[in-house]
């Protein structure tokens, strides 16, 4: 099946109760309910601030409310992919008062029936987590893949300053020279992206289990994922367009609610060559810090193997801090029952 790119959502029952609550298709006047709601989550790191409205904006969308006495207790968003076969469930929030009780589980219900109302080859759920799979989700879920979460942070002032120092023709650094066996990263436009991903099968041993895993949204390499990939702010590299073995994407620096001039950037880098991988990651901050002022937190899923790695090389080389140690993003998935 094919997506419809026109395709509108309807809205469900004005009145849908459930479990005593009610349903509605989120709105733009929603906004400042669902923030205040959301307030603290992921300490202070949301990104649903900046991406709340664009979320109402795709086609392949649902973005659902839980009311009750009229008040917005709970959010849940689901995103169609893979050429209507999967529900990307995503955005899941639930008032502090309000957890514990069920209400998710609810929620998720009632927008699976909803889209497969309307996508009737929906066939799988899938959903990205960060945290500790427990003994009972591997009877619920099945893995498709895994990534390691290295999360660092900086100002961008300070990080401009080491990046000045940190040259490719760096004595201390040798393997980020240019001079080396190793060509700088090249940047993909829209007709390599197609030409790499789609028409050839290059990406296929690279990628975690052929999936374009891009800010925790787990995607197929099929042409309709890309036309949703391609409207988004995304930076494409690789190290070699003709034969690559590392490859990587990064989010345009989004702000946080964390405080004044905090700012999120997301990369997603596929391969194993630790000095590669250091190229690409490099070539991204100074591509993206440079008309930033303020902090940072940075990112970056990758191999598991490399995240020890490249923690290290963040602290000696970047003097940028660690926020927290190891951590797994794992992209799940269920049948869609």
Request: glycine share 4%; aromatic share 8%; with cysteine.
């Amino acid at each position: 099946m094919k997506i419809d790119s026109n395709l509108t959502i309807p809205q469900p029952p004005e009145a849908l109760s459930q479990a005593g609550l009610q349903f509605d298709v989120a709105t733009e006047e929603d906004f400042d309910e669902i923030m205040a709601m959301s307030q603290h989550i992921y300490g202070g790191l949301d990104y649903l601030p900046t991406r709340y409205i664009s979320w109402l904006q795709e086609t392949n969308r649902t973005v659902i409310v839980a009311r009750k006495q009229g008040k917005v207790i709970a959010l849940e968003s689901v995103c169609v992919i893979d050429d209507g076969e999967t529900m990307l469930v995503e955005g899941l929030r639930v008032a502090p008062e309000e957890r514990g009780k069920g209400v998710a589980g609810v929620l998720l219900r009632f927008c699976s029936e909803l889209v497969k109302s309307k996508y009737p080859d929906v066939k799988v759920s899938r959903l990205t987590r960060d945290d500790q799979l427990r003994p009972k989700d591997f009877q619920k879920y099945r893995i498709i893949t895994k990534q390691g979460i290295l999360l660092v942070r900086f100002r961008a002032e300070d990080l401009k300053l080491r990046l000045s120092d940190i040259t490719l023709h760096d004595s201390i650094y040798p393997s980020l020279s240019t001079s080396s066996s190793s060509p700088p990263p090249v940047r993909l436009d829209h007709e390599s992206i197609h030409q790499l991903y789609l028409r050839s099968d290059l990406m296929k041993g690279l990628l975690p289990n052929a999936t374009v895993i891009q800010d925790w949204q787990p995607f197929k390499l099929l042409p309709s994922n890309f036309t949703i990939l391609l409207k988004k702010d995304i930076d494409w590299m690789v190290n070699d367009v003709s034969s690559p073995t590392v490859a990587s994407l990064c989010t345009f620096p989004f702000k946080v609610p964390i405080g004044d001039n905090w700012y999120y950037l997301n990369i997603d880098m596929y391969g194993k060559d630790l000095n590669l991988v250091k190229q690409q990651f490099l070539s991204h901050l100074e591509c993206h810090t440079a008309t930033l002022k303020g902090h940072v937190m940075c990112q970056m899923f990758l191999d598991p193997a490399l995240w020890k790695p490249m923690a290290d090389f963040c602290h000696s080389a970047l003097n940028v801090e660690l926020v927290k140690e190891y951590t797994e993003q794992c992209v799940v998935e269920s049948d869609a029952v």
